[in-house]
Nanobody, 117 residues
Framework: QLQASGGGLVQPGGSLRLSCAASGFTLDHYAIGWYRQAPEKGREGVSCMTSSGVVLYYADTVKGRFTASRDNAKNTVYLQMDSLKPEDTAVYYC????????????WGQGTQVTVSS
């Protein structure tokens, strides 16, 4: 399973780092996606990263402010979020897709990020 953490309440302009730790499997051969869902909105893809740590995609809305990374030795992936804006408020999810899989094999439970003064 994937255990997400690191969410919370932060003021505009602040930073948070989300973590997603895997248990029961190793992340080495999994691509990672980060998604978010704001109230009354659909799910939005935030970032996509290969198993080797190459980030293939950032949403235009977060480009230049968010940084995805991974530490396979710790079996954990991260989403560093800087210069946060109120419109970043959402529940954030991580997901892991094994190489060759058609869809994501594992989803984290989500962590709430609220950006407000």
């Amino acid at each position: 399973q994937l255990q997400a953490s690191g969410g919370g309440l932060v003021q505009p302009g602040g930073s948070l780092r989300l973590s997603c730790a895997a248990s029961g499997f190793t992340l080495d051969h999994y691509a990672i996606g980060w998604y978010r869902q704001a109230p009354e909105k659909g799910r939005e893809g935030v970032s996509c990263m290969t198993s080797s740590g190459v980030v293939l995609y950032y949403a235009d809305t977060v480009k230049g402010r968010f940084t995805a990374s991974r530490d396979n030795a710790k079996n954990t992936v991260y989403l560093q979020m800087d210069s946060l804006k109120p419109e970043d408020t959402a529940v954030y999810y991580c997901a892991a897709r094994r190489l060759g899989a058609a869809g994501y094999n594992y989803w984290g439970q989500g962590t709430q990020v609220t950006v407000s003064s």
